[in-house]
Each structure stands twice: as structure tokens, then as C-alpha cells.
């Protein structure tokens, strides 16, 4: 139990420090880690799971996040996102084999499943001091990367 309310609070440490500290990505980042919790705690009472077949709450809520910090990871001028989606594909990943019934250890599919999950607040939580501590020194970047090519433009040769 004192396991579930330390990783409760270090959630609640990094949506509050990303709403407060954060640019734009961060507090993308905060509002899709509590989308998921919100996911898993609704989905878990009305669907009950073992780890001995797929979770399919988890799946969901973890198949949404991979896509939203992808979707991050890709427009973001942060590195933060990168790290978070590849632990959100491992998640991904754990249901993936546990769909196609290769076989897997209840154990294993859990640790695959939550112990990425615990590491993105603390992900989260880096990238928003790193953001902070860039805008104390004055570095003021754009948080978005513009893919339309107009912040480079091509100088004609004379």
C-alpha cells in the first residue's frame, strides 16, 4: 500500500510541477498521464483483470498514451518525450505478447506493464526542471518544431 501512494504522489508531483513550471509539451505531457490514471481507475471498476490474460484497461490507456507522446515527441523541441514514448512502447509492447499468447509469466507481464509507468512522472518531472532551468538562463526557444520549412527559409543563390 505504501508502494501505490508513493507512486500516487510522485504523479501528482509531476502533473502539479508540469501545469505550474511547464511550457506547452510539459502540460500535454501532465494532461495525458492523468488521462491515463483517470482510464485506469474508472476502467478497473468496472472491468476486473488478472495478469494471466491481457488487461485490456491498461492496454487502452497505454496504446493512447504511446500514440499522444509520439505525437509529442515528434512536433516538441524536448527530449523528454522520446524517452517517455519508448517506455510507453515497452508497456505496449507486454500486451502485444500477452495478445498473441506467446508465453509469458504473470509476473513479467506485469513488470512489463506498470514498471514503465512509474518511470514517466520522474521523466516528466526532469524534463519540466530542465525547461525551467533553460528559461531562468534566458534561453527562450520555441516549444514547437515548425515543419512547414518557413523558420528556414531557402536564400536563393545570387
Known sequence: MALFFATLALILSAITLAMWLGD???????????????????????????????????????TTGLLSFCTIALHARRIWPIWVSSLQLIAVMAHVIRALDIQIHPIAYAIMNWAPSDLIPLILICGTANHWRLKRKGVNLPPWRNWSGRSNPIVPKS
Open 24 to 62: 506547452s509539451p510539459e502540460k500535454l505531457g501532465a494532461i495525458i498521464i492523468a488521462a491515463q490514471v483517470l482510464v485506469n481507475a474508472i476502467g478497473y471498476q468496472i472491468v476486473a483483470f488478472h495478469y494471466v490474460q491481457i488487461d485490456p484497461v491498461s492496454a487502452i490507456a497505454d
